[in-house]
């Protein structure tokens, strides 16, 4: 995080999972909720190691289908399980999502399936509302 007081870059955390938050990945999204101070990620690709650096995901790859959000102040992560309504949208990656911060809602579009013997590209839309 850069501290415009100091000038400087502030490392929070190297390993965000050692202090409770999401594990290593990429193509998850962020979205930021100024006014509760809050970053909300929404996870996505968690490479094995092993992998080939493939576009879509390998079946050791894990996608994963979790919302976490970081309390900037507190420099603390959680968890939230997400209301979809009846049925709960696919573990995605290279998804797409905005927050309706007034309403503390999450609009989430497409991506890729997190099915690795599937490898879609999904046309979905959702609404997910954050439990507070």
């Keep these: ?54 576009s879509s995901a390998s079946s050791t790859d894990l996608i994963e289908n979790s919302l976490w959000i970081y309390n900037i102040g507190r420099n603390r992560w959680r968890r939230v399980g997400v209301d979809g309504g009846a049925s709960k949208p696919v573990a995605r990656f290279a998804h797409q999502i905005v927050i309706d911060a007034c309403h503390s809602q999450y609009y989430l579009f497409g991506g890729n399936s997190g099915s690795a013997s599937d490898g879609r590209r999904l046309d979905d839309m959702w609404r997910l509302t954050v439990p507070r």
């Design 1 to 54: 995080m850069y501290d415009l007081e100091r000038r400087c870059i502030v490392d929070l955390a190297r390993d965000s999972a050692q202090v409770s938050g999401p594990g290593a990945g990429f193509t998850q999204r962020a979205t930021l909720d100024a006014r509760r101070g809050e970053i909300n990620v929404l996870s996505g690709l968690v490479r094995n190691s092993a992998s080939t650096g493939a």
